[in-house]
C-alpha cells in the first residue's frame, strides 16, 4: 500500500487544493483548456503565455481524454474552461454537455472557441448559452468589402473587422486601432435572450455561406446579424466568451499585420492579441467585477438598524461598492447607482451619492404608505458584474400614541364640548332645584 | 323617573299580576315570584323548591350545553378547528404574549404580502381579548395553562352563559318556565352548536351571547323604562360590537322595532328613555373600536338608527306640544307641518350625504342581504363562500329539527299576548329567520329567536295541558294520588263528560311532546357528534373495514413548511388556507381569509389560471417562493383546489377580463378528463394538481391517473413543470407544494410554451358536471 502514506501526506494539502472562486478573490486561477490535438498548445502559445504571466495555472488535456473530468467528490477542479476543440464530437471522462453547463451554472467562466466544421457538440454548447452557430458546416463569414488584403487574392474569408462593442470594461481602456482578423464561422445572437451581447460584429456587407460552392439560396446570416465574437454574463455572473474562430487566438494571426480592403493605413500588427487579452481579463473577473457589502440602513440620527420603519420616517441608506482590481478590491466610482424604496412599484427612486471611498448614501423619506417595502439596488451596466440587492422592510402606520394629542385646528370642538357639559351641568342643576 | 308615570302598554306580564313599575322597585323579589296563584297555601314552601328545582334545571342545562360541545376534543384532540379559528388563535396568541398596546397597534407584515395588514384596526377585538382576559385570570389563581385550551373552551363556556342569558330572556318575555325551556333549548340546538363547538374559536362563538344579551337588556330596558338597564344594554351593545360584525344585525331590529311600536301606538316613555340612552351610548362605545370607527355614523348600514332616532325626538316633540295645544284644529296643522318639514329635512340629509360621499352606501355584504341574487351577479368573492349560499330546506331540518314545527305555535301564543317585549321577540323571530334563509351562516343568528318563541310554545302548550290534567285531579283527588290512570278517573268522575275525554287528551298530547322534546334532544346529540365535531383540518373517513382513517396531510404539509422553508418564504395558495399557513406554517402569505383586497386576490385567481409561463411572471412579481395546492384526487376530498377551480376562474375574470370563464369549460360544464377544454388542462392550477398524477393508480380496477373526488380519469397524464419544482407532497396527497424556480442562468425566459397537441381533438368522454357540487367548495368565512 505504498499509495496511503502519500494521501496521508497530502491531507494538510487538501485546504490548498480545494480553494476555488470566491466572490473575496475572484480571479480564477486553475484554467481547464481542451484541445483538439497538443500542436495547438505551441501554435496558440502567445494567448496562453499572456494567460500564465497573469497567474493562471494552465491544465492543458486533449478533449477525449479518458481521465478528464471538472469536479471530483462534489468539489470543482477548476475555476475556468477554455474549449479549444471545435472538432471534438464528445468529451473524454466524466465532461459533458450537462456537466459544462453545471460548471457555468455554478459560476465559472467559459471561452469556447468553435470553427467551421464545429462538432454538435460545441454548437449545442453554444446554442445554451444563447448563440446560434450557422446551420450549414461549411459555412464561414465572407466579406468582400472590409477583408483583409493579403498577397493572394483569396476567397474573402479572411476578415479585418473593427466594429467593437463601445466598452472600456469589456476591452480596456486602451483604444484598439487595427482591425481584428477573423476567419470562421458566423453566429447569430438568440432573440429570446438578452444577456447575450456582440462583441465583435461583422461588417453589413458579410453574410455567412460555405465559399466553396455556388450561392445558391440567399444565406440564412447576414449583414451585422452576424456576430463574429460574443459574451455572455450569466445571472450568477459566470462570464462566457464564445469565437467563431479559432485561428484569431493563434500567434500567426496575433503576429502577422493588417489591411483592411478600400484603407490605405497598413497596420503593423492586428488587434487580436490586444483585443483577445483585453477580453480575457474581462472574462476571468479581472476588470469589471463588482462586489456590493455592508448594505446598511437606518433612521436619520440613529445608528442601529431597525426591524421596521413607520410612515414618514427620515432614513438613511447605504452601500459599500468595489471594484476588482486583479489584485485587490478597489473603490467603485460611479454617479448612477440609485437605489429603490419598492414595493410592487418604485415608491421612492433615488441617485446614491459617493465618498469616492466605495461608500454609497442617500437619505430619503418613508413615503405614506404601509407595507413590506424592499430596498432595491439593480445596477446593471454593460461588462460590470450585474448588482441585484434587495432587503426587506416592513413599513408600518402610526401607533395610536403617536398622532398629535391636540390639534390647534380641533380647537373649536374641545370648546363645543366642554362647554356643552358645562351647560347641562347647570341646566341640570336650574332644573332641579329651582322650582 | 318618567317612566314611572306612563302606564304600561298592552297586556299585563301573564301569571303575575304586577305592573311594570312595581317590578321597577324590585326587580329581584319578582324573579322569585311564582306564577302559580292556585297553591296559595302552600306558598312559602312551592316557593323554595320551586326554586331549588329552577336553579338546579339551570345548573344541568349549564353543564350540558358545555358538556354537549366536548365532542371534538374527546374524539381528536384538543385542537383549533377550520380556518378562522387559527387567525383568531394567532392573534389570541400575540395579545397574550406582548400585550394589549402591541396588539392593538400590530402591523403584520406576514400575510397580504406585500401590502401587508394592519391586525388591531381590521378585526373584532372581543373575542380575543375575552380569552386573554380568561387566561390572565386563571394564571392569576395559579392554574397553568396554555392559551390554546382557553381559546377552545371559549366557545363552550359562551354557550353556556348563552343557557343564561336565554334563561332569563324568556322568563322577560314570557313567564320562567319558558326561560328555562329556552335555556335546555338552545343548550344543545345544532344550529348553534356549529359555531360553539370545543375548538370553534370564532367571533360568533361569544357574539350569539352578546347578541342575545343586548336584546334581553334592550328587551328589559323597555319594560322597565329604566336609564340602569338601557345602559347595561349599550354596554352589551359595545361588546357585541367587539366581538363580531353582525352588530349590524343589532342595530337595525332595534330601530326597526321602535318604528314598529311606534306605528302600532305604543309609543311610551319607557321606550323613548331605553332607545334613546342605548342608541348614544352604544353608539359612543362603538365607535371606540376601530374597526367601525367612524362607520357608526357614516354608512349606510347604521343610517336607519339614526334615523329613528331623530324621529323618536320628533315624536316626543309633537306628544309635548300636543299637550300644552289645547286646540285639536290647530295641532293638526302643526303635525302637518312639522311631520312634513321633518321627513323633508331628514330625506335632504340623507341624500346630501350621499350625494357627496359622507355617508358611504351599503356595502355588498348587506345588499346580498336583501337581495339573495346580489352577490352571485356582482361580487364573486362572496358568493364564492359555502357559508354564504342560500339555505336548503334541508338545513333548516337539520338544524331546528322540531324547533321549525314548534316557531309558528310560539308565534301564535306572542301574538295571542302581545306586549312590548313579545313584539320584539316575534320580530327578531322573523328578521332573522329571513336571513337565515338567504345565507346558510346566518341560521345562527336566528337560533336563539326560534329557540325562545318555541320554548314559549312548548312551555304553553305544557302548562295549558298540565292544568287541565291536574284541574281534574282536583275533583278526582284519588286519581292524583295513584298517577294518571285515566281510566280509573274516567270512571269516577261522570260530573261532566267532556272532561276524562279532555283528561286523557291531555296526557296524551303531553306524552307526545315529551317524545318530541326527547327526539330533538337524539337528534341535537347525533348532530353534534356526527356532523359539527370534525375540526376540518383533520379529515377522517371510514376504511373498507369501517375503522376510522385519520388524514393528517394538512398539519404534515404546515409543519414541512414550518421547518424546511426560509423564514421570509412566501407561499402562494388560494385564501382559503392563508390563515392557517401563517398560523401553523409561519410564513408570509400573499392572501388569506381576510379577504380585504379583491385585486390581490384576483391577482392570485389569475395566476392559477394562467399558463405556466404568464403566472411565472406573476409570481415573479409578488416575489412568491412556494405554491400551495390542496388536492383531494387520491383520497376522495372532495373540497379541493379542482372544485374551487371556476371560483379562482370568475373572481380573477372579475378584475383582469383576459381570463375567461368559458375557457375553462366544455358546453358550459366543467370537467378535467379527456374532454376537458384546452386551457383547463393546461392551466397553473390543473398541472399542479396533476402533476405526476397520471403515473398513480388510486383504485383498484380503475386505470393509472384516476381522480377518485371527480370520479373520472384526468385528461393530462403527461405534465411537464418548467418554472417550478415539486418540494413536497404529503402522504396521502391532499397538500402539494411546489417551488418557483429562479430565473434561467444562461437565459432571459425558457423557450416559448406550446398547447399539447393532443389536448384539443380528442373524442367527448364521461359528462360528470360537478358544477353543482363547487358551490359548496370553499369553506371559510369571511370577516
Known amino acids: ?435 | 323617573m318618567v317612566g314611572k308615570a306612563e302606564p304600561v302598554n298592552g297586556s299585563v306580564k301573564s301569571g303575575s299580576n304586577q305592573s311594570i313599575p312595581a317590578a321597577m322597585q324590585s326587580p329581584l323579589k319578582k324573579s322569585d315570584l311564582i306564577p302559580n296563584l292556585s297553591l296559595k297555601t302552600l306558598k312559602l314552601k312551592t316557593k323554595q323548591q320551586e326554586l331549588l328545582i329552577r336553579v338546579s334545571i339551570l345548573c344541568l342545562v349549564y353543564v350540558l350545553a358545555f358538556i354537549t360541545r366536548l365532542f371534538s376534543v374527546l374524539r381528536y384532540e384538543s385542537m383549533i378547528h377550520e380556518f378562522d379559528p387559527y387567525f383568531n388563535y394567532r392573534t389570541t396568541l400575540f395579545l397574550t404574549e406582548k400585550g394589549f398596546y402591541e396588539f392593538w397597534n400590530w402591523f403584520d407584515s406576514e400575510s397580504w404580502y406585500p401590502l401587508g395588514r394592519i391586525i388591531g384596526g381590521t378585526l373584532y377585538p372581543g373575542l380575543m381579548v375575552t380569552a386573554a382576559i380568561i387566561y390572565w385570570l386563571l394564571r392569576f389563581l395559579r392554574f397553568a395553562i396554555h392559551i390554546r385550551e382557553v381559546c377552545v373552551l371559549t366557545a363552550p363556556f359562551f354557550a353556556s352563559n348563552t343557557t343564561l342569558v336565554a334563561y332569563f330572556f324568556g322568563k322577560e318575555v314570557w313567564d320562567s318556565g319558558a326561560g328555562l325551556v329556552a335555556a335546555a333549548l338552545i343548550a344543545i340546538c345544532p344550529g348553534y352548536i356549529s359555531r360553539s363547538v370545543a375548538g370553534s374559536y370564532d367571533n360568533e362563538g361569544v357574539a350569539i351571547f352578546a347578541l342575545l344579551l343586548t336584546f334581553y337588556l334592550f328587551v328589559k330596558a323597555v319594560n322597565t323604562g329604566s336609564l340602569a338597564w338601557a345602559l347595561a344594554s349599550a354596554f352589551g351593545y359595545f361588546y357585541m360590537v367587539s366581538a363580531w360584525g353582525g352588530y349590524v344585525f343589532i342595530i337595525n331590529l332595534i330601530p326597526l322595532y321602535v318604528l314598529v311600536l311606534l306605528i302600532t301606538g305604543r309609543y311610551s316613555m319607557r321606550l323613548y328613555v331605553a332607545y334613546n340612552s342605548m342608541y348614544v351610548l352604544g353608539m359612543l362605545l362603538a365607535m371606540q373600536i376601530r374597526f367601525v370607527g367612524f362607520q357608526h355614523v357614516q354608512s349606510g348600514e347604521h343610517m336607519a338608527a339614526m334615523g329613528v332616532f331623530f324621529l323618536l325626538q320628533v315624536f316626543f316633540f309633537l306628544d309635548w306640544v300636543k299637550h300644552l295645544l289645547s286646540d285639536t284644529k290647530l295641532f293638526q296643522a302643526f303635525l302637518r307641518i312639522t311631520v312634513t318639514t321633518a321627513i323633508a329635512v331628514g330625506a335632504i340629509a340623507l341624500g346630501v350625504g350621499t350625494a357627496s360621499g359622507y355617508i358611504s352606501p351599503w356595502t355588498g355584504r348587506f345588499y346580498s342581504l336583501l337581495d339573495p341574487t346580489y352577490a352571485k351577479d356582482h361580487i364573486p368573492i362572496i358568493a364564492s363562500v359555502s357559508e354564504h349560499q342560500p339555505t336548503a330546506w334541508s338545513s333548516f331540518m337539520f338544524d331546528f329539527h322540531i324547533l321549525l314545527f314548534l316557531f309558528p305555535a310560539g308565534l301564535y301564543f306572542c301574538f295571542k299576548r302581545l306586549s312590548d317585549a313579545t313584539i320584539f321577540i316575534v320580530m327578531y323571530g322573523l328578521t332573522s329567520i329571513y336571513f337565515a334563509g338567504v345565507m346558510v351562516r346566518l341560521i345562527l343568528v336566528a337560533t336563539p329567536a326560534v329557540c325562545l318563541i318555541s320554548a314559549i310554545a312548548v312551555s304553553a302548550t305544557i302548562k295549558n295541558l298540565t292544568l287541565v290534567a291536574r284541574a281534574k285531579n282536583k275533583v278526582t283527588q284519588t286519581g292524583f294520588v295513584r298517577g294518571s290512570s285515566s281510566l280509573k278517573g274516567s270512571s269516577k268522575a261522570s260530573l261532566d263528560q267532556s272532561q276524562p275525554f279532555q283528561r286523557n287528551g291531555a296526557i296524551a298530547l303531553l306524552l307526545g311532546a315529551f317524545y318530541l322534546l326527547s327526539k330533538y334532544a337524539t337528534h341535537c346529540t347525533w348532530v353534534t357528534s356526527e356532523a359539527y365535531s370534525s375540526p376540518s383540518i383533520v379529515l377522517a373517513a371510514r376504511g373498507a373495514h369501517g375503522n376510522r382513517v385519520i388524514f393528517d396531510d394538512y398539519r404534515e404539509a404546515y409543519f414541512w413548511l414550518r421547518k424546511n422553508t426560509p423564514p421570509d418564504a412566501k407561499v402562494m395558495s388560494w385564501w382559503d388556507y392563508g390563515y392557517q399557513i401563517t398560523a401553523m406554517g409561519n410564513r408570509t402569505v400573499i392572501v388569506d381569509n381576510n379577504t380585504w383586497n379583491n385585486t390581490h386576490i384576483a391577482t392570485v385567481g389569475r395566476a392559477m389560471s394562467s399558463y405556466e409561463n404568464e403566472a411565472y411572471e406573476i409570481m415573479r412579481s409578488l416575489d412568491v417562493d412556494y405554491v400551495l395546492v390542496v388536492f383531494g384526487g387520491v383520497t376522495g376530498y372532495s373540497s379541493d383546489d379542482i372544485n374551487k377551480f371556476l371560483w379562482m376562474v370568475r373572481i380573477g375574470g372579475g378584475v383582469f377580463p383576459v381570463i375567461k370563464e368559458p375557457d375553462y369549460l366544455v358546453n358550459g360544464e366543467y370537467r378535467v378528463d379527456k374532454g376537458a377544454a384546452p386551457k383547463m388542462l393546461n392551466c397553473l392550477m390543473y398541472k399542479l394538481s396533476y402533476y405526476r398524477f397520471g403515473e398513480l393508480t388510486t383504485e383498484y380496477g380503475k386505470p393509472p391517473g384516476y381522480d377518485r373526488a371527480r370520479g373520472v380519469e384526468i385528461g393530462n397524464k403527461d405534465i411537464k413543470l418548467e418554472y417550478l419544482e415539486e418540494a413536497f407532497t404529503t402522504s396521502n396527497w391532499i397538500v402539494r407544494i411546489y417551488k418557483v424556480k429562479p430565473p434561467n442562468n444562461r437565459w432571459e425566459r425558457c423557450s416559448i410554451f406550446t398547447l399539447g397537441p393532443h389536448c384539443a381533438a380528442l373524442p367527448f368522454s364521461g359528462n360528470v358536471s360537478w358544477l353543482g357540487r363547487i358551490n359548496f367548495s370553499t369553506n371559510a368565512g369571511i370577516g
Open chain 1, 1 to 435: 500500500m505504498p499509495k496511503l502514506p502519500l494521501f496521508l501526506i497530502l491531507i494538510p494539502f487538501l485546504p490548498f487544493l480545494c480553494t476555488s472562486f470566491s466572490p473575496e478573490n475572484p480571479s480564477s486561477r486553475r484554467v481547464l483548456v481542451l484541445l483538439d490535438d497538443l500542436a495547438l498548445k505551441s501554435s496558440h502559445s502567445v494567448y496562453f503565455k499572456s494567460l500564465q504571466s497573469r497567474g493562471f495555472e494552465l491544465d492543458f488535456k486533449l478533449a477525449d481524454d479518458p481521465k478528464i473530468g471538472l469536479q471530483r467528490y462534489g468539489q470543482y477542479l477548476y475555476d475556468g474552461l477554455i474549449l479549444f476543440c471545435p472538432t471534438t464530437d464528445r468529451f473524454g471522462g466524466s465532461i459533458d454537455l450537462a456537466a459544462i453547463l453545471d460548471f457555468v451554472d455554478s459560476g465559472h467562466d467559459l471561452i469556447i472557441a468553435a470553427d467551421n466544421n464545429a462538432s454538435d457538440l460545441i454548437r449545442e454548447i453554444a446554442t445554451e448559452c444563447g448563440v446560434d452557430f450557422d446551420e450549414d458546416p461549411a459555412a464561414m463569414v465572407i466579406d468582400h468589402t472590409s477583408y483583409a488584403v493579403s498577397e493572394t487574392e483569396g476567397d474573402h474569408t479572411l476578415i479585418a473587422s473593427d466594429d467593437f462593442i463601445k466598452s472600456n470594461v469589456l476591452l480596456g481602456s486602451e483604444k484598439i486601432e487595427a482591425p481584428v482578423l477573423f476567419q470562421g464561422i458566423g453566429h447569430s445572437l438568440s432573440p429570446a435572450n438578452s444577456l447575450v451581447l456582440k462583441v465583435l460584429s461583422a461588417s453589413p456587407s458579410a453574410y455567412s455561406a460555405n465559399p466553396k460552392s455556388k450561392l445558391s439560396n440567399p444565406p440564412s446570416l447576414t449583414g451585422s446579424a452576424i456576430s463574429l465574437v460574443s459574451i455572455l454574463q450569466a445571472r450568477n455572473n459566470a462570464r462566457i466568451l464564445i469565437s467563431g474562430s479559432l485561428v484569431m487566438f493563434s500567434n500567426r494571426f496575433f503576429r502577422s499585420g493588417v489591411q483592411k480592403a478600400g484603407t490605405l493605413t497598413k497596420h503593423e500588427k492586428s488587434s487580436n492579441e490586444q483585443f483577445l487579452t483585453e477580453l480575457s481579463k474581462w472574462v476571468f473577473h479581472e476588470r469589471g467585477h463588482l462586489k456590493a457589502v455592508n448594505v446598511q440602513h437606518h433612521k436619520d440620527g440613529e445608528a442601529d438598524e431597525p426591524s421596521m420603519y413607520r410612515i414618514n420616517d427620515d432614513l438613511v441608506y447605504s452601500v459599500e461598492i468595489y471594484e476588482w482590481s486583479g489584485r485587490s478590491w478597489e473603490p467603485y466610482v460611479a454617479d448612477d447607482v440609485q437605489v429603490q424604496f419598492y414595493m410592487m412599484s418604485p415608491y421612492v427612486l433615488k441617485n446614491l451619492s459617493t465618498d469616492k471611498k466605495g461608500r454609497y448614501f442617500t437619505a430619503f423619506k418613508v413615503p405614506d404608505v404601509y407595507g413590506v417595502f424592499q430596498f432595491k439596488v439593480e445596477y446593471q451596466r454593460l461588462g460590470y458584474t450585474s448588482l441585484s440587492l434587495s432587503k426587506q422592510i416592513p413599513v408600518r402606520p402610526y401607533r395610536h400614541n403617536e398622532y398629535e394629542r391636540f390639534i390647534p385646528a380641533a380647537y373649536p370642538y374641545y370648546g363645543a364640548a366642554f362647554s356643552m357639559m358645562a351647560g347641562f351641568f347647570i341646566f341640570t342643576a336650574v332644573h332641579l332645584y329651582n322650582k
